[in-house]
C-alpha cells in the first residue's frame, strides 16, 4: 500500500513539476521574443532613417 501511495505522489508530483517547467520555459520565450521584436523594429527604423539621410544627401541616385 506504502508503494501505491509513494507512486501515485510521485507521478503527481511529476506532472506538476513538469507543468511548471514547461511554463517557465515558454515565459522566457514569450520574453526572448519580446526583446527581439523590440531590437528588429529599432533596426528598421534605424536603416530607414540611414535610407533617408543618404538618399537626401545624394540625391541623383534616386534619380530626383
Known amino acids: 500500500m506504502f508503494a501505491v501511495v509513494v507512486t501515485v505522489l510521485l507521478y503527481v508530483f511529476g506532472f506538476v513539476f513538469l507543468y511548471g517547467v514547461i511554463r517557465l520555459?515558454?515565459?522566457?520565450?514569450?520574453?526572448d521574443l519580446e526583446a527581439q521584436r523590440v531590437a528588429a523594429r529599432r533596426a528598421e527604423e534605424l536603416a530607414a532613417s540611414r535610407d533617408r539621410s543618404f538618399l537626401r544627401d545624394?540625391?541623383?541616385?534616386?534619380g530626383s
Do not use: D, K
Open 58 to 62: 545624394n540625391a541623383f541616385l534616386a
Open 25 to 31: 520555459g515558454v515565459r522566457h520565450a514569450m520574453e
